[in-house]
């Protein structure tokens, strides 16, 4: 009898156990569906954000010409609007580690509809400066990467945020194209309408959709502790500890300095498209367009293939060679069309810089962390346009176009030397 009630209790236990790890395995393909639920939802605002931002950027000349500012006083306009953003990165990105990645989203969604209602109410100059004050927290993308950055793991991540490109390139080729048969339809105001709706809709979306939590729980303690060492959105003091993490100034230098001579170059494209080129405002837009399928391309299809095969070290020394290889290219260059033919491996070594130098940086510095290293990485952008149209003007004027591509490729053979010769500890950076 003995016997007969230990099998029992025995197998009472087995099918106890049994059900407990039934009923965790289904916990877990509940919780990895509502995961990607969550990247996708990330995905989503990424996109309508940035297409409201080109659609806006589509009309923004015009309407400053119909206010009566020159084109220095434009140039001004940009430059506040790029400081503004150099400002706000890291400061957004200290707000999402010390808030959440879903405040920091929700900020962003209504900083960008405060943005499009002051510039539906531009009715004069400084109305229309007024406007770009929101801009400081306006980072879409710095925000949905620190979502997919705390529901990914570190080998998942380079490639979840290679996706982003999808949404970068409905971005511009549906935001440039909206914004012009808004405008022309139905008057030079409209796509701010537009925007500021779907903004608002934007920030619905977020409050709903993104948890209150994205980081996984066993990472809840240390943030809590990092936080509590220091509240302040901005501290120098904090941007210099994290560039002392191992490999973190070495890899943040060649993000910086491997695409500033092309950043510049883009900056001056409207004149260079012009003068260069000899392309109307038309063909600039279809080669903005041919831009925007690339980079879905490339960073859709390619980048996260490549992330999941190579090693992160060889993906950015090849990205530095190609933007070498880029550099020569674009010094030899004299038409559109060979324009168009070094754009394919342009922006593959752009797309793919961005992507595994975010990934890299994010992995460098404690889960804590990552927003704020996030937001270092956003005002890479916001500083070459800060700088673009003095430097950029001063390249074009002087030595013309072939000057960017000398630049770019003495800068990225320079670099891709560097990085032969270092020993970035990158293994470091994944544990």
Not at 286 to 307: P, R
Not at 378 to 407: D, E, H, I, N, W
Request: net charge positive.
């Amino acid at each position: 009898v003995s016997t007969m009630n230990a099998k029992a209790t025995s197998e009472g236990e087995e099918e106890a156990s049994g059900m407990r790890n039934e009923t965790l395995g289904e916990s877990g393909r509940l919780g990895e569906v509502k995961r990607r639920q969550v990247i996708l939802v990330a995905y989503l605002i990424a996109a309508l954000d940035l297409t409201f931002l080109f659609m806006q950027m589509g009309i923004m000349p015009y309407l400053a010409k119909s206010l009566g500012l020159d084109s220095v006083g434009f140039g001004y306009l940009q430059t506040t609007f790029g400081v503004l953003q150099l400002m706000g990165g890291y400061i957004f990105g200290r707000f999402a580690d010390q808030f959440g990645a879903r405040a920091a989203v929700i900020l962003s969604c209504a900083s960008g509809s405060v943005f499009f209602l002051l510039m539906s109410i531009s009715t004069s100059i400084p109305l229309l400066f007024l406007s770009r004050l929101p801009g400081v927290f306006m980072h879409g993308i710095p925000g949905a990467q620190k979502v997919i950055t705390d529901m990914t793991t570190p080998s998942q991540r380079a490639d979840a945020l290679g996706k982003l490109g999808l949404c970068f390139g409905i971005g511009i080729i549906t935001g440039s194209a909206l914004g012009g048969v808004l405008s022309t339809k139905f008057g030079i105001f409209a796509p701010t309408y537009v925007g500021l709706v779907g903004s608002l809709i934007n920030t619905l979306i977020a409050v709903v959709w993104i948890p209150l939590q994205t980081k996984p729980n066993s990472d809840q303690h240390v943030t809590e502790l990092s936080t509590s060492q220091s509240a302040s959105l901005f501290s120098i003091r904090e941007i210099l500890r994290l560039m002392k993490f191992p490999g973190v100034m070495e890899v943040f230098i060649v993000k910086v300095f491997a695409g500033l001579p092309i950043g510049l170059f883009m900056i001056m494209f409207s004149i260079i498209s012009m003068d260069f080129f000899g392309l109307e405002a038309v063909e600039s837009g279809y080669l903005m367009s041919y831009f925007g399928v690339l980079q879905m391309v490339v960073q859709g299809l390619i980048v996260g293939k490549l992330a999941n095969h190579c090693t992160e070290m060889t993906l950015l020394r090849l990205s530095v060679f190609v933007f070498a290889g880029v550099g020569l290219g674009m010094a030899l260059m004299r038409t559109v069309w060979h324009y168009c033919i070094i754009a394919v491996p342009l922006v593959f070594a752009f797309s793919m810089l961005a992507t595994i130098t975010d990934s890299i940086l994010t992995k460098a510095v404690p889960s804590s962390d990552t927003g704020a290293m996030l937001g270092i990485c956003a005002s890479v952008q916001p500083l070459t346009r800060t700088v673009g149209p003095t430097v950029g003007g001063l390249l074009y004027k002087q030595f013309g176009v072939p000057s960017f591509g000398y630049l770019q490729l003495v800068v990225n053979i320079g670099l891709f030397v560097y990085l032969l010769k270092s020993k970035i500890p990158l293994r470091e950076m994944k544990s």
